[in-house]
């Protein structure tokens, strides 16, 4: 009984150990039977990716080779065309081969022809020279030697007889042929008569405006006269405020923001700067592109940038109300007119005469006068010393070296005393105006009378009814010798009178 027990576990544990064997068996071999059908099924699908695989390939390389055809098509259509065009030309250039080819041989034919007429020629007038020797009794040398004597004969005597007047008539007439050359020089210049007088005031919409411009406690007038270094008075004067300074640039500046501003509407001190900023870009600009413009006006070349600037400056400055950059450019008119008459270089008069006056369109703080300035800035930018002796000496500050120097002088001593040229003479250049169309006006039949020109000539407008053509020719002549007995004038006035009837009906 014991021995049983004792054996009981024992089978027991023998049959669980065998049961496990078994089922780890069973388990080993289900495992081997998994692994052998994932292996199967990735055999499958790796040859169905290797299938797909290889038709992409074949696709890929079926693509590509259409690909490939149609390039070599386009590559073949275009060797084709060039080709062709190859063929084209060689076309034309065998006809245009064959052409000069023709042509040469028509023109070796006409070198044959013209030899012939040529050797023809030749015989012929050796025949007429020895028909002529015959007939002269005189060989062609002795012809020749014969005719250059008596030519150079008379034309030594001609020569000898043409410098004796010319030097009788240049000691009788050197005077006369002097002021010709001054009148003939005036009397072309064809120039702008600008007499201008610098702004002070700008015109307001209405007296409101003042405030606006004067601001919050004064910021906005403050800011102007700040940022533009000018003094803006605003008083009682109605509608208007007065800009106030010593630079004429400035005053410019100051005038153009003011109108600026007030067109806007909007004044306050960061539009106040906006505008100052903008407006002195653009005189910047205006004063380079004023004095560029008088430089290719007057065919100067060659000037530099610096000096440009400074011409274009004188257009805001005036001496006398005459702006000095035009009084400039017609300074230079009338020096290359005289230059051109006196036979000097007129580059170099044209170039003193325009430079004349630069020193005054030069910022600087020294207290030499505007022609030593002028002239230290020529000869520091390089121009020529007969430049600078102009600029230096057209008020004789320095003394002329050169004639250039002295046309210059002269130059800027005409374009001053043109009438209505300056301020000062401007008010006898009218009083002579009036006095011309008060005598016209004074005789009986006169219905206009009119200056013209400067005051050289005077036109008349007569009343037909009152003035026959043979009274109107009587009146031209009273005229004229009313104006010489009381009027003082350099050079000669025409008097043009004018009759004319009009008849004029209306059709209704």
Not at 96 to 121: G, P, T, W
Request: glycine fraction near 6%; include cysteine.
């Amino acid at each position: 009984m014991v021995l049983l027990y004792i054996l009981l576990p024992l089978a027991g544990g023998f049959l669980g150990w065998i049961a496990r064997w078994l089922y780890a068996k069973m388990q080993l071999t289900s495992a081997e039977q998994r692994a052998q059908r994932i292996l199967t099924e990735a055999q499958k699908q790796a040859e169905a990716q290797k299938k797909e695989m290889l038709v992409e390939a074949k696709d890929q390389i079926i693509r590509e080779r259409n690909q490939q055809e149609r390039e070599n098509r386009e590559w073949r259509a275009e060797i084709q065309r060039y080709e062709r065009r190859l063929i084209q030309k060689e076309e034309n250039l065998d006809k245009k081969i064959e052409m000069i080819e023709r042509q040469e041989q028509s023109l070796q034919d006409r070198i044959k022809a013209l030899a012939q007429k040529e050797a023809v020629l030749a015989n012929q007038e050796a025949e007429y020279m020895k028909k002529l020797e015959h007939v002269a009794q005189m060989n062609q040398q002795d012809a020749k030697a014969l005719l250059i004597q008596t030519m150079e004969s008379e034309a030594k005597r001609d020569a000898q007889a043409l410098i004796n007047k010319i030097e009788q008539e240049s000691q009788l007439n050197s005077e006369k042929r002097a002021r010709e050359i001054l009148v003939t020089t005036i009397q072309r210049l064809a120039t702008e008569v600008t007499n201008e007088v610098t702004i002070t005031s700008v015109n307001l919409p209405n007296d409101e405006m003042k405030g606006r411009i004067i601001g919050r406690e004064g910021r906005n007038i403050r800011t102007l006269e700040t940022l533009i270094g000018v003094d803006i008075i605003v008083d009682d004067t109605p509608e208007a405020v007065v800009i106030s300074s010593f630079d004429p640039v400035r005053r410019e500046i100051a005038r153009i923001v003011l109108e600026r501003l007030i067109i806007d509407g909007r004044i306050h001190p960061a539009r106040i700067e906006e505008v100052v900023q903008k407006v002195n870009k653009e005189i910047s600009q205006k004063i380079f592109e004023e004095g560029e413009k008088v430089v290719f006006d007057l065919g100067i070349h060659n000037m530099n940038p610096e000096l440009i600037r400074a011409l274009g400056r004188l257009y805001f400055r005036t001496s006398y109300g005459q702006n000095v950059l035009m009084h400039s450019k017609e300074v230079a008119v009338i020096a290359g007119m005289l230059a051109a008459e006196l036979g000097c270089n007129r580059e170099i008069a044209k170039r003193g005469a325009l430079l004349h006056d630069i020193g005054k369109g030069i910022e600087t703080d020294s207290d030499q006068n505007h022609a030593e300035i002028g002239m230290e800035m020529a000869r520091k930018l390089g121009e020529d010393p007969r430049v600078v002796n102009a600029i230096g000496s057209h008020h004789n500050d320095v003394e002329p070296i050169c004639l250039e120097s002295v046309l210059c002088q002269i130059a800027d001593a005409i374009s001053a005393a043109r009438p209505g040229a300056r301020r000062e003479t401007l008010d006898n250049y009218i009083k002579r105006l009036e006095n011309l169309e008060g005598i016209a006006e004074g005789f009986t039949g006169v219905d206009k009378a009119y200056a013209i020109q400067a005051g050289r000539e005077l036109r008349i407008l007569v009343n037909n009814e009152q003035i026959s053509d043979d009274q109107a020719k009587e009146l031209a002549r009273d005229i004229a010798k009313k104006i010489e007995s009381d009027l003082k004038y350099p050079g000669r006035i025409k008097v043009t009178l004018i009759r004319e009837t009009r008849i004029i009906e209306y059709a209704r």
